[in-house]
């Protein structure tokens, strides 16, 4: 079945979605998070994943729970932003990959770079490195909501990807943001078209009601 929703947002920038948001009130830009190729791009639905210091008693796992997820689905990692051991590599992005998701996002590190590169597998992350979290962190929990870069993650949210970095669409206001964005991007369009065509851009932006599409709805 499709999902007209991720469909529309997919058809929007980072930036318009991010100022439908503002519009809203909605803070769902993920401060710090970043791609690892600026020619990335990620659209779908979140499986969030809580990790925590690994329990010495009782140890879990850093990723078995990839083999369940169905493709188009954006693996979202809360690992509370540490840089110092990673919970994504390249056995991770290889299955990922092969599995047809939508890509991963990471508060936190990922390593084995290259290969996400070579395969055109989306992965936003905080940061890169190269030290295992094996034996360092585990699994809390998924499926639970999440914070990353700042803004909360819930299970089945949709998150957009491109080159500024990702966005949190709540799915309930999914279609409030889209409607937004939509207004925003004709705008946008029309005063590009215009200052193409000779008006000065003081003009195009009053013509269009830019300045009102950056005002907060009450």
């Not at 999902?3 to 947002?9: G, K, L, S, Y």
């Not at 020619?39 to 729970?65: E, I």
Request: aromatic share 4%.
């Amino acid at each position: 079945m499709t999902d007209q929703a991720v469909e529309r947002a997919g058809k929007h920038d980072c930036a318009t979605l991010s100022d439908a948001m503002d519009r809203l009130g909605i803070e769902g830009v993920c401060r710090g998070i970043k791609p690892r190729d600026h020619k990335f791009r990620l659209v779908g639905r979140a499986f969030t994943v809580r990790y925590v210091p690994v329990d010495v008693l009782a140890p879990g796992n850093v990723g078995d729970f990839i083999d369940d997820l169905p493709a188009g689905t954006v693996v979202v990692l809360d690992n509370r932003g540490r840089e110092d051991c990673t919970v994504w590599g390249d056995i991770m992005t290889q299955l990922a990959n092969h599995k047809g998701l939508a890509g991963t996002v990471i508060d936190g590190a990922c390593r084995d770079v290259d290969l996400c590169l070579r395969l055109g597998y989306p992965i936003y992350s905080r940061s890169y490195s190269m030290k295992t979290g094996k034996d360092r962190v585990q699994v809390d929990a998924t499926g639970i909501t999440v914070e990353i870069g700042g803004a909360l993650v819930r299970q089945g949210d949709i998150l957009v990807g491109d080159a500024d970095g990702v966005v949190i669409i709540p799915s309930e206001r999914a279609e409030q943001v889209l409607d937004l964005a939509d207004e925003i991007a004709i705008a946008e369009n029309a005063i590009r078209k215009a200052i193409t065509e000779g008006m000065s851009l003081r003009d195009a932006r009053v013509k269009y009601r830019y300045h009102s599409l950056q005002t907060r709805q009450s």
